[in-house]
């Protein structure tokens, strides 16, 4: 009985570590995007490495520079990941509404929702479940360092990524976009009569970014070994 006992609490234990997740699986951009839950308080509460400006907001009370730092870095994950990105955020209790407050649209930007009914950890759980009925096959993330949380995503299928390791990602994604843009505004310079509207830009902000670093790029000829367009 107690060897039985042993097992089993092993094998337990075997699954919930394969469902805590250091990284975000990268998206191809075949089949259905994975879904990103953030439980948002959570990581602006993140001192170790965290994003230094979110956290002394929320260290010092000041939840909306907290909510709008983190929704900014979770933009530029957004843009370049291919997810689909909801962050949750506790609500405020003194707000005389009897329903959760959803902004944004899940397909083409960030979603953004305030718990009213319930905490936030209870949103993205209900959430889970939600989407493990539904959709099955979709990848789902949960980005939180909480225990009890972290326990009961876990439980219902969806892998866990800690704070720590979501912001290292979220770090990554703002230096991919950097490289990525200065990439394309040398290519710009080397084309001259290559326009900025015309290298598949469609997002306002991307193109905001991508010519102002157009304008201090390099302006050098491009190497005769160099392909057509680049």
């Given at each position: 009985r107690a060897y039985e006992e042993?097992?089993?609490?092993?094998?337990?234990?075997?699954?919930?570590?394969s469902r805590d997740k250091s990284e975000l699986k990268e998206h191809s951009?075949?089949?259905?995007?994975?879904?990103?839950?953030?439980?948002?308080?959570?990581?602006?509460?993140?001192?170790?490495?965290g994003?230094?400006?979110?956290?002394?907001?929320?260290?010092?009370?000041?939840?909306?520079?907290?909510r709008l730092t983190l929704t900014q870095e979770i933009e530029n994950f957004k843009a370049f990941s291919g997810y689909r990105v909801v962050v949750?955020?506790?609500?405020?209790?003194?707000?005389?509404?009897?329903?959760?407050?959803?902004?944004?649209?899940?397909?083409?930007g960030v979603?953004?929702?305030y718990s009213v009914k319930n905490d936030a950890d209870s949103w993205i759980e209900a959430r889970v479940v939600e989407e493990m009925r539904e959709h099955a096959s979709r990848l789902v993330y949960v980005a939180t360092s909480d225990g009890a949380l972290?326990?009961?995503?876990?439980?219902?299928?969806?892998?866990?990524?800690?704070?720590?390791?979501?912001?290292e990602e979220l770090r990554r994604a703002t230096q991919g976009e950097k490289e990525i843009l200065q990439e394309m505004a040398i290519a710009a310079r080397w084309n001259k009569g290559k326009k900025i509207a015309a290298v598949g830009v469609k997002d306002d902000d991307v193109?905001?970014?991508?010519?102002?670093?157009?304008?201090?790029?390099?302006?050098?000829?491009?190497?005769?070994?160099?392909?057509?367009?680049?």
């Open positions: 042993e097992l089993a609490r092993r094998r337990r234990e075997k699954a919930k570590a951009g075949a089949g259905i995007a994975p879904l990103l839950l953030i439980d948002g308080y959570n990581v602006c509460g993140l001192e170790d490495k994003i230094d400006e979110a956290n002394a907001a929320f260290r010092a009370g000041d939840l909306d520079t907290a949750v955020w506790d609500a405020d209790r003194n707000r005389n509404k009897d329903e959760d407050e959803i902004e944004g649209d899940l397909d083409s979603q953004t929702v972290s326990s009961l995503v876990r439980g219902s299928g969806a892998y866990v990524v800690n704070a720590k390791s979501f912001v193109k905001r970014k991508l010519m102002e670093m157009y304008k201090t790029a390099p302006s050098m000829e491009a190497p005769a070994n160099a392909p057509k367009g680049a």
